[in-house]
């Protein structure tokens, strides 16, 4: 029961921490209050509290990841939980951007990361979220990935000359 319960929590995640973590396109998500994000973030950290300890481990959230990667493939559905598909693998970014080099998170945490993503979202801080909004929020994101990817693929400027020594 408690394997069904992470999975089930991990596809509401897939669906739901796109919104806390701006990964969607913003297209079909109805508007989400700020206490609707941190309602949601604290309901998506139980449920992958795999022990109920109020920490989640990198492991336990690997674990969950990998029970609903197993769940989808197991009914032939591809929402970007692996590698492949539309999302190339969202919620392992999501589990990579909330853990970063962390090995566990504390409720609190997860939660203030969520809230902070929240916040960075509702762009005319009015405490909700709309698609509009969200649009914005990734059009900015892709913007600024062109512009990283283009200067990557600049050439490296020239080294400037040595000064002339003086005498």
């Known amino acids: 029961m408690n394997k069904f319960l992470i999975t089930m929590a991990l596809g509401a995640a897939a669906v739901s921490a796109s919104a806390v973590a701006q990964q969607s396109s913003g297209h079909g998500q109805r508007d989400q209050t700020r206490a609707?994000?941190?309602q949601r973030a604290g309901m998506i950290f139980?449920?992958?509290d795999a022990n109920?300890?109020?920490?989640?481990t990198r492991a336990e959230a690997d674990?969950?990841?990998?029970q609903f990667q197993a769940m989808r493939a197991g009914n032939g559905g591809n929402d970007g939980a692996s590698g492949g598909g539309h999302g190339g693998g969202r919620m392992q970014r999501i589990i990579d951007q909330a853990f970063g080099s962390a090995q566990s998170l504390t409720q609190a945490q997860f939660q203030a990361q969520a809230l902070a993503q929240f916040d960075a979202a509702?762009?005319?801080?009015?405490g909700t979220v709309t698609a509009a909004e969200r649009e914005q929020v990734r059009a900015a994101r892709q913007a600024a990935r062109a512009a990283a990817a283009t200067a990557s693929q600049a050439p490296a400027p020239a080294p400037a000359p040595a000064p002339a020594p003086q005498q």
Request: proline share 0%.
């Open 36 to 38: 609707e994000a941190q």
């Open 46 to 48: 139980q449920m992958a």
């Open 52 to 56: 109920h300890d109020g920490v989640v």
């Open 63 to 66: 674990q969950a990841l990998a």
């Open 122 to 126: 509702d762009l005319n801080h009015d």
